[in-house]
Nanobody, 117 residues
Framework: QVQLVESGGGLVQAGGSLRLSCTVS????????MGWYRQAPGKQRELVAT???????NYANSVKGRFTISRDNGKNTVYLQMNSLKPEDTAVYYC???????????WGQGTQVTVSS
């Protein structure tokens, strides 16, 4: 079973930065499309950013220019660098690994990010 472990969440003031990490078990990490999603209280889970195995990236409009997704295949880890954080970025952030060949998604347990005004 593929396991995803997120870290790096916390409390930060508006304008600050955080870096989230997600480490994936197994030997197929380099084939996965990796993504970060977030869910704020009372809202649906939404896409934040994705990165393909060829490092093509995609971002939600709300985070473009502020967040950067990256991956290190040697460490089986995907990162989300979050700069210029806003209170509306407050949410639980989830990591997802998509194994396209298997039509299967794997999710992490989530990490809380709280941005104070």
């Amino acid at each position: 079973q593929v396991q995803l472990v997120e870290s790096g969440g916390g409390l930060v003031q508006a304008g600050g930065s955080l870096r989230l990490s997600c480490t994936v078990s197994g030997s197929d990490f380099n084939t996965y499309v990796m993504g970060w999603y977030r869910q704020a209280p009372g809202k649906q889970r939404e896409l934040v950013a994705t990165i393909t195995s060829s490092t093509s990236t995609n971002y939600a409009n709300s985070v473009k220019g502020r967040f950067t997704i990256s991956r290190d295949n040697g460490k089986n880890t995907v990162y989300l660098q979050m700069n210029s954080l806003k209170p509306e970025d407050t949410a639980v952030y989830y990591c997802k690994a998509s194994a396209l060949v298997l039509y299967t998604d794997y999710w992490g347990q989530g990490t809380q990010v709280t941005v104070s005004s």
